[in-house]
């Protein structure tokens, strides 16, 4: 057993630079935050391909995808974990890429989301394996830079899915935003298995809970149901009450599940420390804030002022090149001073965009003083609290309960995405869109994003 030769071990653990695992890890982090929010821009384009299709169907291509991927984060941050992280990220990587190819062979609207639900389990195998992978390459003292660095990539991702999106569909087709996964998608499972070292913890507890993930799919799906579904019974409003209370009801059944039960989905113990609870609740609200901006920014962009897809995807540009910037100085802040300061300013900033977005936005297309402001206030806002959230998440945890910790934090962010976009549809999709709809989503940003603000004054990670 001792005989191995030094070069072999060498060759066996190899010593990958710390930055290198950084790379590979967030290039996929990257697809499948983009992968979040790039549907934002192709809503009318997948309606026109499939006629068949109602609004609602065409919000689950959306929603389909983002509760699937935050039900089966959470037992994807144990697999991890058991059984290799670097095992569960290629697995991740390689259904990620094959789903995506099968989204834009899609047929028919029922197919496709089949296929996202496919890509969506893909997406949740890399995510909590990927941050494992970079918090294990780095030393204590600079995970705070790290996983400001590794949030900031995923926020701009998020940010520029829509813009970048809103070019390829206008040239290539709805179709090229899930064929352009497979390139990058391979160089990252070609780099992966040439640098990545395996890593696991073999006992481990594996959360896999299917009652679990049933009781929370359908309290999402029923609650979000009852938000894009009501306006069609109007004369019946007791149907989206009863979805709603329905989706209430399920998601109390599922905490007392996860209480009673001996290997629960979710460990409320977690929950138990202060900063983490804060966090997550602080998230939940702050995802779905960050969902209705930019959901409903293109409605106004080619409803309102009249911008065709190409323009209404460079007016977006702005906002996310600030966001990199921001969450690097947010990330040395946290570092040195906690996350705290970082949080609370960044809710501040963020809800002062709504502010103005409510004031100054006319139906008269004014991009330079109107828009601009707002996106540039915006982006620092995102900048400051997305990363700032995954690090605060994360940074009292045992290193046992990384991935399970950041999967159920990145679980709950995603939940509030669904939220987002079911409150956009409800009030936007329809065949007359006008600016007091706008100025509703505005409002609510704001209140969303003063709750979340409230939660992260409770968050404590400054060193002692």
């Not at 259904?95 to 389990?121: D, E, K, M, W, Y």
């Not at 209705?292 to 409605?299: A, D, E, H, I």
Request: proline share 4%; with cysteine; charged share 10%.
């Amino acid at each position: 057993m001792n005989n191995m030769h030094p070069l072999e071990h060498h060759l066996a653990i190899r010593r990958v630079s710390p930055w290198l695992v950084f790379h590979i890890a967030s290039l996929a982090t990257f697809l499948v935050s983009i992968d979040t929010t790039v549907l934002y821009v192709a809503f009318h384009s997948i309606a026109k391909s499939f006629p068949e299709a109602n609004p609602a169907s065409i919000a689950w291509v959306m929603n389909a995808y983002t509760i699937v991927y935050a039900t089966c984060l959470i037992p994807a941050g144990g697999l991890a974990d058991r059984y290799g992280r670097k095992r569960i990220f290629m697995m991740g990587v390689a259904l990620f890429i094959l789903a995506s190819v099968l989204c834009g062979l899609s047929p028919n609207i029922h197919t496709l989301i089949a296929a996202r639900v496919i890509q969506a389990i893909g997406a949740s195998f890399l995510g909590p394996a990927a941050l494992s992978l970079i918090l294990e390459a780095f030393s204590k003292d600079k995970r705070a830079i790290v996983v400001g660095g590794w949030g900031a990539i995923g926020a701009l991702a998020a940010a520029l899915g829509p813009a970048l999106g809103a070019w390829i569909i206008d040239a290539w087709g709805w179709q090229w935003a899930f064929y352009i996964n497979a390139p990058l998608g391979i160089y990252c499972l070609f780099m992966g298995i040439k640098t990545l070292n395996e890593s696991s913890n073999p006992a481990s507890r594996l959360r896999f809970d299917l009652m679990g993930m049933l009781l929370i799919i359908a309290a999402i799906a029923a609650i979000t149901s009852s938000l894009i579904e009501y306006k069609h019974y109007l004369n019946q409003p007791h149907i989206p009450l009863l979805m709603g209370g329905s989706g209430l009801g399920l998601l109390l059944l599922f905490v007392y599940w996860c209480k009673n039960t001996s290997n629960p989905l979710v460990d409320l113990k977690l929950f138990q420390n202060r900063t983490y609870r804060a966090v997550n609740i602080a998230a939940l609200f702050f995802s779905t804030a960050f969902a209705t901006m930019f959901f409903s920014f293109f409605f106004l962009m080619t409803k309102i002022w009249g911008y065709s897809l190409p323009q209404a995807g460079l007016a977006m540009m702005v906002g996310p090149a600030t966001v990199v910037p921001t969450a690097l100085m947010g990330g040395r802040i946290a570092s040195r001073y906690g996350h705290k300061m970082v949080l609370v300013a960044g809710c501040l900033i963020f809800s002062i965009s709504s502010i103005w977005y409510l004031s100054e936005i006319t139906a008269i297309p004014d991009y330079l003083w109107a828009c601009l402001p707002g996106q540039l206030i915006s982006g620092i806002g995102v900048g400051l609290v997305m990363p700032s959230l995954s690090g605060a998440a994360v940074h009292d945890l045992p290193q046992k309960d990384y991935a399970i910790g950041s999967a159920i934090n990145q679980a709950i962010r995603q939940i509030g995405t669904v939220l987002g976009v079911a409150i956009t549809v409800s009030i936007l999709v329809k065949s007359a869109v006008n600016l007091d709809d706008f100025h509703l989503l505005y409002t609510i940003q704001f209140l969303l994003v003063m709750t979340s603000a409230i939660f992260v004054s409770y968050v404590n990670t400054r060193q002692s």
